[in-house]
């Protein structure tokens, strides 16, 4: 019997609640009304089989604490599935009447597919229908769900599992394509969704959540940065508390100051194996703030590139004959063979080790005057 209500056969159970214990449809329905991403089993042919919470009529209530919209209207019963037996068959022989799964419609909920730490589920979402309910949009986001698409959600993700993923990509590099083969594999052990499918949208997703991350840690939603005075107005990028920045921790009219407290020093380094190479690359894949942070814009610094000649160009340029400096061979042209970008170069705080705000360029074959000078002028900007 069942372990909660001890009337009907236990013939469910949770492999997600501890301690696991057998319980009813109605017992589990109601004990997970607000656990939509739990897995369940049930007992038929002696043997537990997986069942999706969908499949037994569970619906996710978003509005009213896990309950029903009183403006929502009750599913209709399905309509039983047509068969048109062969009437000179033997009763025996006629093909049986199975049951199909009842098609959702606007009065039964809205099947989305949520991905979660434990995997892909498809949840039937009962949204609120009151006269000044938010979008669907809005309401997945109030239950900590971020929607694939603004318009008519069919694919979600959770908080849990964006938070997740960023800190794995931060401590082992975990790769978006790789984690959705993770989650397709928690979903079936032989992994058959569609990857591809699923990865373009976990992507487009992930660039979004990253730049929201980025906005609320910089204060921009409280307009922090456009407060700050220039050169560093809307920037998003760290400064560094030790450093002289006038019209934050440093007054140039005022005198009779320790110059140590007022000198700025700057190094700058550039990283060869941040390397790009040259591969057809999405169109879509663009960046959603450029130059707010630490790397120069894109559009402007191509502009400064076409206006300059290519070093390798200077006729009185020899290579290098020291064997422990590659990084200034730019005759070297084979290091760059297929690269779209060489390497990178920024400029630091000396001192503490701060990235400077718009002091980051990508490389072109090598570690060029043109490259170099560009970021040092975003530096001193």
């Known amino acids: 019997p069942c372990s909660y209500c001890a009337e009907e056969p236990g013939l469910f159970r949770c492999l997600e609640c501890h301690p696991e214990r057998l319980s009813c449809k109605t017992c589990v329905l109601a004990s997970h009304a607000a656990l939509p991403f739990h897995r369940v089993e049930k007992w038929e042919n002696k043997h537990f089989t997986t069942l999706p ?11 009213h604490d896990n309950t029903r919209c009183p403006h929502w209207k009750a599913p209709d019963p399905p309509a039983p599935p047509t068969c048109t037996p062969n009437p000179d068959a033997p009763p025996d022989d006629r093909p049986k009447k199975r049951p199909r799964r009842p098609q959702t419609s606007a009065a039964d909920g809205h099947i989305v597919r949520i991905a979660h730490t434990n995997g892909f589920h498809h949840v039937r979402i009962g949204y609120c229908r009151c006269p000044n309910a938010p979008d669907h949009a809005t309401q997945l986001l109030r239950a900590r769900i971020f929607p694939g698409t603004l318009s008519k959600p069919r694919t979600a993700y959770t908080i849990a599992l964006l938070s997740y993923f960023l800190t794995s990509t931060w401590e082992s590099n975990l790769t978006a394509y790789d984690y959705a083969k993770i989650l397709c594999r928690l979903t079936h052990s032989y992994c058959p969704e569609d990857i591809k499918s699923g990865y373009d949208n976990f992507r487009v997703v992930l660039r979004v959540w990253r730049d929201l991350q980025f906005r609320m840690r910089c204060g921009a939603f409280f307009g922090i940065p456009a407060r700050l005075p220039p050169p560093y107005t809307n920037t998003m990028a760290v400064l560094c508390p030790g450093c002289p920045h006038p019209g934050i921790n440093y007054d140039p009219a005022v005198k009779h100051r320790k110059i140590h407290c007022d000198t700025l020093t700057l190094a700058g380094d550039g990283n060869f194996r941040a390397v790009q190479k040259d591969k057809i690359s999405d169109p879509a894949d663009v960046h959603l703030r450029p130059g707010a942070a630490y790397f120069r814009e894109d559009k402007a610094y191509h502009e400064y590139l076409a206006t300059v000649g290519d070093e390798h160009e200077v006729p009185h340029l020899q290579p290098s004959t020291c064997t422990g400096l590659k990084a200034g061979d730019v005759l070297q042209e084979g290091r760059y063979k297929n690269t779209k970008v060489s390497g990178v170069f920024s400029v630091i705080c000396a001192r503490h080790g701060f990235f400077r705000p718009d002091a980051t360029v990508d490389l072109q074959k090598g570690e060029q005057y043109s490259h170099t000078d560009y ?7």
Not at 375 to 381: C, E, P, R, S, V
């Open 53 to 63: 919470l969908v499949d037994i009529e569970a619906v996710y209530h978003l509005g």
């Open 375 to 381: 970021a040092l002028a975003g530096a001193l900007a």
